[in-house]
C-alpha cells in the first residue's frame, strides 16, 4: 500500500487546512488509519485515528474539539481537518495504516506510511 499525504502548508495562527491521504489499494480499506505528527527533534506522535468503518475515532488531548479525522473508503482516502491552528500544531504530517480494522495509538499499531506532509502555522 502507498500512501501520498497532501494539504500541509503555512498558515497563520487560527487558521484552517484539510490534510488528505490517498492510498493506492482498497485494502487501506480493511484497516485502522491515523495521522501522526513529527517535530524537529521530537516523537512521532498521534494526532487521531480512526477505525476501518470509520465510526469510532481517537484524538490527542492537544487536537480535541479543533481537529476531525474522516474516511472515505469508496475513494481510499483519510482526512483531517485542522481547525483553529496552533503555533505548536507545526510538524510534518504524517498517515498511517493499521495493522488491524481497530486503530491503535503506538506508531508500532502501524504498517504503511506516507511520505508526510509540513504544516507550518505562523503566530
Known amino acids: 500500500v502507498q500512501l501520498q499525504a497532501s494539504g500541509g502548508g503555512l498558515v497563520q495562527a487560527g487558521g484552517s487546512l484539510r490534510l488528505s491521504c490517498a492510498a493506492s489499494?482498497?485494502?487501506?480499506?480493511?484497516?485502522?488509519m491515523a495521522w501522526f505528527r513529527q517535530a524537529p527533534g521530537k516523537e512521532r506522535d498521534i494526532v487521531a485515528a480512526?477505525?476501518?468503518?470509520?465510526?469510532?475515532?481517537y484524538y490527542a488531548d492537544s487536537v480535541k474539539g479543533r481537529f476531525t479525522i474522516s474516511r472515505d473508503n469508496a475513494e481510499n482516502t483519510l482526512y483531517l481537518q485542522m481547525n483553529s491552528l496552533k503555533p505548536e500544531d507545526t510538524a510534518f504530517y504524517y498517515c498511517?495504516?493499521?495493522?488491524?480494522?481497530?486503530?491503535?495509538?503506538?506508531?508500532?499499531?502501524?504498517?504503511?506510511w506516507g511520505q508526510g506532509t509540513q504544516v507550518t502555522v505562523s503566530s
Open positions: 489499494r482498497r485494502t487501506a480499506s480493511n484497516n485502522a
Open positions: 480512526i477505525n476501518w468503518r470509520g465510526t469510532s475515532t
Open positions: 498511517a495504516v493499521g495493522l488491524r480494522a481497530t486503530y491503535g495509538v503506538q506508531t508500532s499499531d502501524y504498517r504503511y
